[in-house]
């Protein structure tokens, strides 16, 4: 088989979660399918040497503004290559292409409220929650089959109708292998000087979005320095400062601000470090698709305490600890069990075994299973 893969964002310099799946599953097929030929379609980035062209995997770059370079050149590109099928991976497609179309739909949080009138949002992200919306109501109806990455986030799309059952799939993501103990203390102590990571810290990336709960997290970690002091603080990876400082200072906590260390952008090559120096590590999200930052830090054996809800427990299992994530006193209390009461020998042994369940490679196989039966040669 022809088989196209769209991997539009990963070679942009600061890469997310999506980006991240892309990347890992395409290195996954790399080292699993040798049959087939493989057309990784990339919209031109400074990171080309995060993925490496092998004999059955040709990489075609083309810069275009995201909507363009979706649904102008990539079916275009399509027809010109003949190519069997096209695997869409970041939650959009082309709406017209005369092959037959597969895509990753991550979550459908965008449908639920229209982005117009959802709180929280820039307009950056209401932009593409819009895009989003206007092309995923299609994709539902005319892919031929839509993956999913949790049996929680495929409840969701029985509440539409033109999505028949027997088209969705649910492929969990998986774990990288560089996600995993580190005993080099000369590239700890590296990423601790580079970073500025301090002795003890809790370790919370997550982002502007509201659905990452962001304000009540930094809020919970002031409440937590007040009530148990300042031994720890909480690294915040990527953000603004002012951003930080208005949160405490609408919870009355400015003077914990001290408290945080901004790292800015952290490239996934570096994430086992930080883990692996973490004390704990915090996602707290209010809704979730998967959480493949769970895994990482249950790989590098980093207790982890994330939200009750979503999908969350169904990644996690019994190898976190659980929280209401609209509670600040619930992740107080949580965070002074972990961090000066529990002893998190078991919480970690867990997490480690819970980890090894989640591998690109499976992720990989179910989804070439599922190309081979969709398109692949008829006996």
């Known amino acids: 088989m022809r088989i196209g893969i769209e991997a539009q964002r990963i070679f942009r310099e600061k890469k997310h979660g999506m980006d991240m799946v892309a990347l890992e599953l395409i290195r996954a097929l790399q080292r699993l399918d040798t049959e087939n030929q493989y057309f990784i379609l990339v919209n031109d980035g400074p990171d080309e040497a995060c993925l490496a062209p092998a004999a059955n995997f040709e990489i075609i770059r083309h810069k275009a503004l995201y909507p363009i370079w979706e649904q102008v050149w990539l079916p275009r590109v399509a027809r010109e290559l003949k190519l069997d099928m096209l695997h869409c991976t970041s939650n ?7 092959i037959p179309l597969l895509v990753t739909i991550h979550d459908l949080i965008y449908l639920e409220r229209h982005p117009l009138v959802a709180r929280g949002y820039n307009l950056y992200q209401r932009f593409g929650n819009l895009y989003r919306r206007w092309v995923v109501k299609r994709l539902l109806a005319r892919a ?3 993956f999913t990455v949790s049996h929680y986030e495929a409840q969701h799309f029985k509440k539409y109708p033109q999505m028949a059952p027997e ?7 998986g774990v990288g292998p560089h996600f995993k103990p580190v005993d080099d203390q ?8 580079n970073y500025g990571l301090p002795e003890n ?5 997550g982002n502007t979005d ?3 709960n962001t304000r009540r997290t930094v809020q919970a970690f002031g409440q937590f320095c007040r009530a148990h002091g300042r031994h720890y603080k909480l690294v915040v990876g990527d953000f603004a400062p002012e951003l930080i400082r208005r949160y405490l200072d609408e919870a009355g906590l400015q003077a914990y601000f001290d408290q945080f260390v901004f790292t800015g952008y952290v490239p996934n090559g570096d994430m086992p470090l930080l883990h692996n120096l973490a004390d704990l590590y915090l996602y707290t999200s209010l809704r979730e698709s998967f959480g493949i930052p769970i895994l990482e830090a249950m790989a590098c054996g980093t207790p982890v305490i994330t939200s009750d809800r979503a999908s969350m427990p169904e990644v996690a299992g019994d190898a976190a600890y659980l929280v ?3 509670s600040t006193e619930e992740m107080v209390d949580t965070m002074a069990r972990v961090l000066l009461n529990d002893d998190t020998a078991s919480l970690v042994e867990a997490g480690l075994k819970r980890a090894k369940n989640f591998t690109w490679e499976a992720a990989a196989q179910d989804t070439l299973d599922h190309y081979k039966t969709l398109f692949g040669p008829k006996q």
Request: proline residues 11%.
């Open 92 to 98: 959009t497609a082309p709406l017209s292409i005369p």
């Open 144 to 146: 031929h089959r839509i």
């Open 167 to 173: 088209r969705l799939a649910v492929v969990y993501n």
């Open 186 to 193: 000369q590239a700890l102590q590296r990423a601790r000087r």
């Open 201 to 205: 810290f809790v370790l919370f990336l």
């Open 210 to 212: 509201p659905k990452k």
């Open 324 to 326: 209401d994530p609209t």
